[in-house]
């Protein structure tokens, strides 16, 4: 199973189905917030993707949670924009909040800039943004959840 997680494209929505022209074998598409609106623009282009979407802290008037939850092969994954848990302070919020839903991956986005971390069994994952980065290449994140394990990857745009 192959997940794509994408945030932070502030009205560039052709990012998203460039991303997403590359990254055909991910069916399950994650966009963590700011600007909903791109997610929903390319979303009938790619009527055999599955999107999952939350708001951002740019994201006004849309009826997006600020997270949610799902679950692939054994694996809960929690994602969020992240600016609710203060993910420019550090990841410690969002790790607590991870913790008390039982989840293995923590997708968010919000910082700009492309991260991977472990922690207490916990993937912390944010692929940056694809138009605005910070710190790092304008990418995305992929992630494979296999048998083996969850294979985490930041790519670059």
Do not use: Q, W
Not at 6 to 32: P, Q, W
Not at 123 to 139: A, D, E, H
Request: aromatic residues 10%; negative net charge.
């Amino acid at each position: 199973m192959r997940l794509v997680v994408i945030s932070d494209t502030h009205g560039r929505s052709s990012m998203i189905s460039r991303i997403l022209y590359r990254e055909n074998e991910a069916k399950e598409v994650f966009f963590l917030g700011d600007v909903v609106g791109d997610a929903e623009e390319v979303m009938p282009e790619f009527p055999d993707r599955n999107f999952h979407i939350v708001r951002g802290n740019c994201d006004y008037f849309c009826e997006y949670p600020t997270f949610d939850i799902v679950e692939y092969k054994g694996a809960t994954v929690y994602f969020t924009h992240g600016h609710k848990h203060f993910v420019k302070s550090g990841t410690d919020n969002i790790l607590a909040a991870a913790k008390g839903v039982g989840a293995d991956i923590v997708l968010y986005g919000h910082t700009h800039v492309p991260s991977v971390e472990y922690k207490d069994g916990i993937y912390l994952i944010n692929g940056g943004s694809p138009v605005l980065p910070r710190g790092g290449n304008p990418g995305y994140a992929v992630i494979d959840i296999t048998e083996s394990g969850i294979l985490p990857t930041i790519k670059c745009v």
